[in-house]
């Protein structure tokens, strides 16, 4: 079966060497995907000390901004958020954050919304307090 790669030039650049989705078949498979902003280094909802770590964040922010970068990438790649059919959602404090994150899910998926999954991790790769590992259909 075909492959076939995509980056948007909207979403924030990736930290490392993969692309923004990859589509197999019908399938898109969508790399790990924070709010930061493109272009800069900004994370929205993030304020750093002079040491570069977290000082304080707003997870409504952040949450907003992550669904507005898959979006992104989900339009750059021909798909659309009503084709999402599997988020995997990864969380630094599931405690604190899990409320206000579900509520915002719920006023961008208010029918159909798609499988979903939601893990603490202790970090990720910057100083981010949300990623989204997507899947959704062409």
């Known amino acids: 079966m075909s492959q076939e790669t995509f980056n948007s030039n909207k979403a924030p650049e990736p930290v490392g060497l993969y692309p923004h989705a990859k589509r197999?078949?019908?399938?898109l498979f969508l790399s790990g995907i924070g709010p930061r902003t493109r272009g800069s280094k900004?994370?929205?909802?993030?304020?750093?000390?002079?040491?570069?770590?977290?000082?304080?964040?707003?997870?409504?922010?952040?949450?907003?901004?992550?669904f507005q970068n898959?979006?992104?990438v989900l339009e750059a790649s021909g798909?659309?958020?009503?084709?999402?059919?599997?988020?995997?959602?990864?969380l630094t404090n599931m405690k604190a954050d899990f409320k206000t994150?579900?509520?915002i899910w719920a006023e961008y998926?208010?029918?159909?919304?798609?499988?979903?999954?939601?893990?603490?991790?202790?970090s990720l790769p910057t100083p981010i307090a949300i990623?989204?590992?997507c899947v959704a259909t062409v």
């Open 24 to 27: 197999v078949g019908d399938l």
């Open 101 to 103: 994150y579900n509520a």
């Open 131 to 133: 990623e989204l590992k």
């Open 79 to 90: 798909s659309s958020w009503d084709k999402l059919v599997d988020v995997t959602v990864f």
């Open 70 to 72: 898959v979006k992104d």
């Open 42 to 66: 900004k994370i929205p909802g993030v304020e750093l000390n002079e040491n570069g770590e977290i000082e304080s964040y707003d997870i409504a922010e952040q949450t907003r901004s992550v």
């Open 109 to 122: 998926f208010k029918d159909g919304a798609p499988c979903r999954t939601t893990v603490e991790i202790l």
